[in-house]
Structure formats: structure tokens, C-alpha cells
């Protein structure tokens, strides 16, 4: 059964949670997935869950405590952590979308405070990219350079920041939201491309099958043609064999 679709999983985590997530990678912290459980069992730790987290060690935190979940409650599900961390788009979908599943299935339909199970706190969205791991330096000065960037925060410099500083980080930030949201999309499209990829050697290895017993297939040609079909009309594509197939050198 085909799962929920990205905008489908969304709204339903914001209503249940009253969150503002606008991506699915937001999820790979961890907080929003433990506060769905949350909603199932009513007593999981919030006030330990960081769901405004932003660094790799606070993600980890969140699924140790989501692993002791799983064990305690008995879910006999993997939890594939070191993927759901890097925060990429396929990974925490199929994760988001398997957890919805569970909780339609398990959840008692009672009115959860999901605010109040957070101790009033608002739910700050997480990183929309991978954590950044947290890095010193050695040597005098007694600061750390990377820290204060991995903290977002500028340096103290013994004057306040003026307007055109507040406007640069401002235009900073939108850059970093532009190239997590390309990021996103790149991989959704490579995701897809395998995806037809696999479906065209499905198609031809079967197509070839039937041809060696003498028997052919229309849909399976439909398919075939719908997959080569360019703007144009049907083509094959330059740098096919003869079986069909595009050459292993060539790009599809």
C-alpha cells in the first residue's frame, strides 16, 4: 500500500503537534518522532526530548530515547538512526510514513496537549540540514571560532551589530534555506530517476523473456514507450544496443 504523501505527512504532524514543519528532513532530529509516540502512550520523557535541536549530539539523544522506547513498548521495528540524522528527504519519509501507519493503528483517539506535553515550549523547528558537528581548536585565545559559527552567532567584537549586519544575516539565512531546499529536490529527483531506472530493466528483461518463448506483451510495450516517449513522439534514446537497454557507459 502506497504511503502518505510528504504534504499529507506535514499537515497531519503540525494538527497533531502543533508544529510548523514546512519539510520532512525536519524530522531527522528526532523530537517530532518521539512526540508522536507520545501521543500514543502518554508517557514519554519530554522534558528530555530536544526538539529544537540542532547539533548531532542532541539527534543522538533523541533516539537513544527512542530506542529505550521502542524496546520498552516492544516495537519491533529497526530505527535507522545514522540515516535519519543526515536529515535527506527519502530517508526520514519512509521512516515518517511507517510511523504515521503505527500510530493510526495504535493511537486511542483521546485530545492530546501536545504544547502542554511539551512543558509549553513552542517546538522550534529543527535543522533543515544535517547537524553540524561540533568542532574546537587548540592553541591560546580560549575561544572557538567554529563554535560560535556552528552556534550561528557572531563573535563578540565589543560593538553591537548594525543594520547592514543584521540585513547580511538575514540574506544568509535565506541562502542556507535556498540550498537545503535545492539540496531536497536533488535528491527527490535522483530518487525517482532509479526509480524509472529499475522499472526499464523490469520491463525489458521481461519483454526479452517473452520474446525467447516466441510471446510478446502490449502493456509491457506501452510502458517501454511511455518510458522513451520524449516531447517529440516516441524515440529510443541514443546509445541503445539492440536489446534495448541503454550502454552501462553511456547517461540515461
Known amino acids: 500500500m502506497a504511503g502518505a504523501s510528504r504534504t499529507e505527512l506535514l499537515q497531519w504532524l503540525n494538527e497533531l503537534l502543533a508544529l510548523n514543519y514546512t519539510k520532512v528532513e525536519q524530522c531527522g532530529s528526532g523530537g517530532a518522532y518521539l512526540q508522536v509516540l507520545d501521543s500514543i502512550y502518554g508517557d514519554i520523557p519530554m522534558a528530555r526530548v530536544k526538539m529544537g535541536a540542532k547539533q548531532e549530539y542532541e539527534y543522538v539523544a533523541n533516539y537513544k530515547i527512542m530506542q529505550n522506547v521502542f524496546k520498552a513498548k516492544k516495537i519491533d521495528k529497526p530505527i535507522p538512526v545514522e540515516k535519519l540524522i543526515k536529515c535527506k528527504m527519502q530517508d526520514n519519509l519512509e521512516f515518517l510514513q511507517w510511523l504515521k501507519r503505527f500510530w493510526e493503528a495504535n493511537y486511542a483517539g483521546d485530545a492530546y496537549d501536545a504544547v502542554g506535553r511539551r512543558k509549553g515550549g513552542v517546538g522550534d523547528a529543527p535543522a533543515t540540514l544535517a547537524p553540524a558537528r561540533a568542532t574546537t581548536t587548540s592553541g591560546g585565545g580560549g575561544g572557538s571560532v567554529a563554535a560560535a559559527r ?19 544575516q538575514a540574506l544568509t539565512g535565506q541562502v542556507q534555506e535556498l540550498s537545503a531546499n535545492v539540496e531536497g529536490l536533488e535528491k527527490e529527483r535522483d530518487f525517482y530517476f532509479e526509480k524509472l531506472r529499475d522499472i526499464e530493466i523490469l520491463v525489458q528483461q521481461q519483454l526479452e523473456v517473452l520474446e525467447g518463448e516466441g510471446k510478446d506483451d502490449h502493456t509491457l510495450r506501452e510502458i517501454q514507450k511511455i518510458l522513451y516517449s520524449t516531447e517529440e513522439g516516441f524515440e529510443v534514446p541514443e546509445g541503445e544496443g539492440q536489446d534495448g537497454l541503454v550502454d552501462e557507459e553511456e547517461t540515461f
Open 150 to 168: 556552528l552556534g550561528g552567532r557572531t563573535p563578540v567584537s565589543g560593538h553591537r551589530p548594525d543594520g547592514n549586519s543584521a540585513a547580511l
